[in-house]
């Protein structure tokens, strides 16, 4: 056999031995110590064998010519005898990683976001009294339960104080702070025919910033009649809420939403417990690129309840905003004017009780200066609920700094009039929020 024969056959077998050892790496996860011990017996005959053909003479130039080649694949008959003796059965399987296809549980948990609302306060009538007060500490889980409905619960803890009173009444009971649930429902969002279900307890949709969070008010409280029409806190009740996107085309976007509740808000309802029945009707325009319109109406009507009567309660809300921001520069520039007219009907009233109509209006506005200034200001009047002849009228300028979106500062001026005597209230107001949800408007 001559030199090229056995040259052919040679690499026949280094390339046989050579594919055997290329996947070395997943054999080896399999392999038994006995198949090691072949595959280096086979290694030293290949090596014997490559020796004893280099001894040779090569017969003619094809033969010299492959001195080079027959090296190359010698060293790598060593480099893989080398891999080969480095294995280890044990070791392979200690390092195997099996992964399994089960769910994450930590994709099972909800959405977690804490917001602080902060406040350092000095009032003209009592300028020692509530300096600093830690408003409200909110805790907010919110989960896509399945691909047709989504789960949210407020759970907020708040410090009274600093607060905006409309009418100050003589024996009225300090308010205690403490942890309350202020919304805890499941949403269904994707029913036919444009339907939305709501199901728990919720901020109502009465007028548009009902339904804002205090952390996320464009101002450090709600408007002055909403204040004295229905409480410090936002229209909150359970019960079930069914909302509706009006199939219009042109023209406009509507929404229509019904809320039946159980009747738990005290400054209208009293100690009711029955039914109240919410319809709220929402109209939406862009009237150019830069300048959108949005207008709604709203009425709540239910049963105000003591231990001595019973009689009707009605509430009617307008609320309207403009807003305007150039498409190219609206990180810079912007102006947003809301206001709204409210107005409590308690309808035929008994005459021992002092309950009578009252009207409020409100309006409010904030321009943007650059990506992080804000100034503001708003006006609020409204008649006392108990007292016809009874009014207040409230004016407060603001300047707000945008730190970034999760750090919101603002200094706010408060002067309130109740039927001549004027009160002072200086806020500075500091809003922090951890987590995916920040300063939303729910």
Request: proline letters at 5%; glycine letters at 10%; aromatic letters at 10%.
């Amino acid at each position: 056999m001559n030199g090229t024969v056995r040259l052919v056959i040679l690499s026949v077998l280094l390339g046989s031995v050579g594919f055997a050892f290329l996947p070395a790496e997943v054999s080896a996860q399999a392999a038994t110590q006995a198949q090691v011990d072949s595959l280096r017996a086979e290694v030293e005959e290949l090596k014997a064998q490559l020796e004893e053909l280099q001894a040779q003479e090569p017969v003619d130039d094809v033969a010299a010519d492959t001195t080079d080649a027959v090296a190359k694949l010698r060293a790598a008959a060593e480099a893989a005898a080398a891999e080969a003796d480095t294995l280890d059965t044990p070791s392979v399987q200690e390092e195997q990683e099996f992964v399994g296809r089960q769910r994450s549980l930590q994709a099972l948990n909800p959405e977690i976001s804490v917001t602080a609302d902060l406040f350092a306060a000095v009032g003209t009538e009592d300028p020692d009294s509530d300096n600093f007060v830690p408003r409200e500490f909110e805790f907010s889980f919110q989960s896509a339960l399945d691909p047709y409905s989504r789960a949210k619960i407020f759970v907020s803890h708040e410090t009274p104080g600093a607060e905006i009173v409309p009418f100050i009444e003589e024996d009225e009971e300090e308010e205690e702070g403490g942890v309350a649930i202020e919304e805890g429902y499941v949403e269904w969002v994707s029913l036919p025919g444009g339907l939305g279900l709501k199901f728990g307890q919720f901020f109502q949709q009465f007028g548009t910033l009902n339904r804002w969070h205090q952390h996320a008010l464009p101002f450090q409280s709600r408007s002055l009649p909403h204040l004295a029409l229905i409480g410090e806190e936002a229209l909150a009740q359970a019960g079930v809420s069914a909302h509706w996107l009006v199939p219009v085309s042109g023209g406009g976007t509507y929404e229509l939403t019904f809320e039946l509740n159980r009747s738990s808000n005290e400054e209208l309802f009293g100690e009711s417990k029955g039914p109240s029945l919410l319809g709220h009707l929402n109209g939406f325009w862009q009237l150019t690129e830069a300048v959108d319109l949005d207008l709604g109406v709203s009425a709540l009507l239910g049963d105000h309840d003591t231990e001595e009567s019973s009689y009707d309660q009605r509430l009617y809300g307008v609320e309207g905003a403009l807003t305007w921001a150039p498409p190219d520069r609206s990180r810079y520039r912007g102006i947003v004017i809301r206001g709204g007219v409210m107005v409590r009907d308690p309808g035929d009233v008994p005459t021992e009780i002092e309950a009578r109509g009252a009207t409020g209006a409100w309006i409010n506005g904030e321009a943007q200066l650059s990506q992080s200034w804000f100034i503001g200001g708003r006006y609020g009047w409204v008649e006392n609920p108990d007292d016809p002849g009874e009014s207040t009228w409230l004016v407060a300028p603001t300047l707000t700094w945008w730190q970034s979106e999760w750090v919101r500062l603002r200094a706010e001026y408060d002067v309130i009039n109740r039927s001549g005597d004027t009160e002072g209230l200086f806020v500075i107001q500091a809003t922090m929020a951890m987590g995916p949800h920040k300063h939303e408007t729910y």
